[in-house]
């Protein structure tokens, strides 16, 4: 049984950093990529970012290219994901959700078979 379980949100004023982390238990190699996504009040969920299951290959969203960074760490039962978050903007506030389980690193949510709870991520002006 694959669990994700986010952790690291919380609250920083605009310029600050965060990082985001995902435990992710049950996952074998045929679950190959893992993403960030999130979403805000009001608006559709987007992606922010994937990652091979090797770590060799990323992809970011354009709203947050340079700025943030992920990675991974696969140990033997546990995978971590990691979202380094800096240059924050007010508009980085959502609900930030990690998942997994895509064939490809993937930008479309529904590609993905396993989703956290979430973290809430607030960036003040």
């Known amino acids: 049984q694959v669990q994700l379980v986010e952790s690291g949100g919380g609250l920083v004023q605009a310029g600050g950093s965060l990082r985001l982390s995902c435990a992710a238990s049950?996952?074998?190699?045929?679950?190959?990529?893992m993403g960030w996504f999130r979403q805000a009040p009001r608006k559709e969920r987007e992606f922010v970012a994937s990652i091979t299951w090797s770590g060799g290959t990323t992809s970011y969203a354009d709203s947050v290219k340079g700025r943030f960074t992920v990675s991974r760490d696969n140990a033997k039962n546990t995978v971590y994901l990691h979202l380094q978050m800096n240059s924050l903007k007010p508009e980085d506030t959502a609900v930030y959700y990690c998942?997994?389980?895509?064939?490809?690193?993937?930008?479309?949510?529904?590609?993905?078979?396993?989703w956290g709870q979430g973290t809430q991520v607030t960036v003040s002006s």
């Open positions: 049950g996952l074998t190699f045929s679950t190959n990529a």
């Open positions: 998942a997994a389980g895509a064939p490809v690193p993937a930008a479309v949510a529904a590609l993905y078979d396993y």
